[in-house]
């Protein structure tokens, strides 16, 4: 390989082209991994389970990478980038899962990029927009509780990919959690000005937590952290309100869509590329 | 084609020699990522790899890596095969990896959590991380997320260099 020129460099063929994060021909990320569907799984309700975890993934990634070039501190704006791409390879995980399972053998993209609003399964929480630094950070805590909650189950679950997928996101996850539940003990600890923000985001997302505990058991696990953070915060303990409609279903807020028109812009452009 | 155990062994050196993209010091053997290399009996060389973090951007390289090194030592079928079960933990970076990364400044992971799901701490936890330029214990974490998913940024209250951690998970 030559390094005179970066150009040369990037420009320079690819035996296998899975160098780029981007463009078909791109590597399945469970190339290689044993695809078969055990007996007693239905294969559909299976790639439904993926799919919906891997919409909240997505979403949630890319709204965390909104905050680069934003956030308050580079050490923020690293960490915020990190947890989306922690987020962004489950849902490449999740989404060749689903592929595999319903039917369709599509690859990651096509979950990704050829969908559109109303075919995404992710809770309406994760698509709201970032707003500030306290409601991204709350919103974090109660996504990232949630997530670990759910992930900690589907560890159990009869299909040996997904649970592989679970046990490598709650580790990850662990560490998303620690750092969300950090910051908003800090804000609502912090000045009198950081603590009305926060409580004033915990107000917002606990508007939106009635979708959330639908499947899956894990609505006590969720409010026990809940409980321990705001009681360390001095932040009062958010009010559960039932929601109607289920982003689970379809239904979504006006904020996915453009959120979508973003992210998917180049692969619609250009569907065909490979670079 | 008759393979024998000489055959598998040359195999797996190759393969455990190939350098991490993100961190070159070590190999794919140090980091614990490389998890099998078996040549079956009609040479095809199957090399398992197991990703550290899921969104890490370097398993597509790595596994590029991988081949092409096993093609140019002459083997030509090989297979990558990506094994996500069990999960990669810090514990399996080697005496050799850790040294190494010592070496260049970046601190070892200390023992990974074991039994599941981590319990959430609020507490300030006193975590000793030794400075690897100075080896003063009395060092700081200033972010817990870095340049890499795997790493975290520490100062050194003694010789006041920041650097890197290997994070235990």
Sequence with gaps: ?275 | MVTTALDTRRARHIAEQVPDPELPMLTLADLGVLRDVVLTEDGTVVASLTPTYSGCPAMAEMRADVAARLRDAGYTRVEIRTVLHPPWTSDWITPAGRRKLAEHGIAPPGPAPRGGPVPLVLSPTRHAVTCPRCGSPDTEETSRFAATSCKSLWRCRTCREPFEYVKEI
């Design chain 1, 1 to 275: 390989m030559s390094d005179d020129h970066v150009y040369m460099t990037l420009a320079e063929g690819h035996e296998d082209d899975t160098r780029w994060a981007y463009g078909t021909g791109f590597e399945d990320p469970l190339h290689g991994v044993d695809t078969t569907v055990p007996e007693g799984v239905d294969a559909g309700e299976l790639a439904d389970v993926c799919v919906a975890l891997a919409d909240d993934a997505l979403v949630s990634a890319q709204r965390l990478a909104e905050w680069t070039t934003r956030a308050p501190e580079l050490e923020e704006e690293v960490a915020l980038a990190n947890i989306g791409l922690d987020l962004l390879g489950q849902a490449r995980l999740l989404y060749s899962r689903a592929g595999q399972v319903d039917g369709t053998g599509r690859g990651e993209d096509a979950y990704a990029y050829f969908r559109d609003a109303d075919d995404f399964r992710n809770v309406r929480l994760a698509e709201l927009p970032n707003g500030d630094f306290a409601f991204s950070t709350v919103r974090l805590l109660v996504l990232s509780s949630w997530r670990l909650a759910q992930f900690a189950h589907l560890v159990a679950h009869p299909d040996p990919v997904l649970s592989a997928i679970a046990a490598k996101g709650v580790k990850e996850l662990t560490y998303h959690r620690q750092y969300a539940a950090e910051w908003v003990v800090r804000l609502g600890d912090g000045t009198a000005e950081s603590h009305r923000r926060t409580r004033k985001a915990l107000e917002q997302v606990a508007a939106y937590f009635g979708e959330l505990f639908t499947a899956y058991d894990v609505r006590d696990e969720v409010a026990a952290v809940l409980c321990q953070v705001t009681g360390a915060a001095g932040l009062p303990m958010p009010v559960y309100r039932p929601l109607p409609g289920a982003g689970r279903a379809g239904d979504h807020t006006e904020h996915l869509a453009p959120l979508l028109a973003e992210l998917q812009s180049v692969a619609r452009a250009h569907p065909e590329a490979t670079w």
